[in-house]
């Protein structure tokens, strides 16, 4: 859970934070150009069903069609908070269609238009996963509008919490009103901030409802909040400390957020006032450029090295540097162990899922085996998303799986890179224009009122005098800084260097 939420901010580029034990445990980054769209809420058109593969694909108004699996089809539980509740089943309630069952062909038609909402964004050639079960959540509960059960999360472990928040949640609400599954964070609110976000719930819904009935097709009906008000609603526990923002719309949009959901916290909320930026000032841009690096050094000497290919990904565990000071066993059990909590770690800050293959250093000993993988799957208890891992084989392969909702650190942050034809990755243009702009607000102290000469990448040059040229309006206006750029043909496209021009002493950036 994290101890701090770090909220940097700006037109183009929304990122936050999650700070555990004072290091960076994850991070959530949507830009202007590209924003999340898991949670959204669409009124589509059936464009083809396919009984071969109990599927249909259905235009929602994204760049690609959508896809709808006949499981999805149904109006008993959400797939999104599938793992987190457990449900008490009431038979004569609708239950999810699977293969075999019923075949697609009767459940839709093609140019029949529904209401969809998002659990998967487009990855890769893939288009988004979508189901048209809807739900809402909150912070406390998650609205199931079209059900009557009332599930409660397995996180709330005592029997009488259990029991008593399901009374009050089924007496509290309306008795035309849909199910609702009970959060974890229920069990540290008051009843009167339960019965908010119920009534608040219901009526979204209502409103989302009178909404679908007037859109065209397709359309987007809903769309999920801010970036760091959805991180907030899913992240914050009573162990976080502060919520540290860097942009006053933003502190105040949290704020408000907290005001109506959790008034007790509101306090906690603090506009980040200090010289250098947020991020550098708790190491939060070193540790992401550590991120999309292959190899991780353990503090043992030890190292994994990860990769990501389109089908899964994997994770090659090595001694390298340690020694150990007795038996090689002892050595081995020891760098896996702490390869195991890297590990988790890295999938959790890089937000790699699917398939996952782990190669530990082989173990002789059963119970050595025993302790790496019990350690794993104990550390994975941390992860919010859900896994499912698999025992080490006898040449210490493990194979695991983590759901996957969106794109990973390294998909999102970088591109094919062009200098590997397409076997490695280097950042992207955008993320080069973003760090220029951010290294050069750092350093305003020294620049502010000066005219600087950027030497740069033609990629990045083009984005700077195009799509991005308000980077350079904002650091002018902002930040009294006046930028020339001068091409250099010869620069890849994280290279970039900069000097005053009065000066002319070049100072290289990336």
Known sequence: MPDLILVNAENFETR??????????EIFIERESRKGMVGNIYKGKVIRVLPGMQSAFVEIGLKRTAFLYVSEISQIESGVFQDEIDLEMDQKEPRKYFPGEIQIQDLVKEGQEILAQVLREPIGDKGAQITTYISLPGRYLVYMPEVRQIGVSRKIENEKDRIRLRRLVDGLRPESAGGFIIRTACGRAGDDEIKAELDYLISLWGGLREKALKSAVPSLVYQEPALELMVIREYLTPQTSKIIVDHPESFARIRDFLKRTSPRQEGMVELWTGKEPVFEHFGVELELDKALTKRVWLKSGGYIVIDETEALATVDVNTGKYIGARDFE?????????????????LRLRNIGGIIIIDFIDMNRIKNREKVINLLQEELKKDKAKSVVIRISEIGLTEMTRKRSAE???????????????????????????????????NKGELAGKTVKLYINSQVAELLLGEEKRLLEQLEQKSQIRVQMEIQYNFHQEQYEYSVVEDGTAKPGG
């Open 330 to 346: 002892d050595t081995i059990l020891k760098t896996n162990l702490e390869a195991s909590r890297e590990i988790v770690s890295q």
């Open 408 to 442: 990973s650190l390294t998909k999102k942050m970088c591109a094919p890179c062009p200098y590997c034809e397409g076997k490695g990755y280097l950042k992207s243009g955008r993320t080069i224009a973003y760090e220029i702009y951010r290294d050069l607000v750092k």
């Open 16 to 25: 936050v934070a999650l700070i555990e034990n004072g290091g960076l445990s």
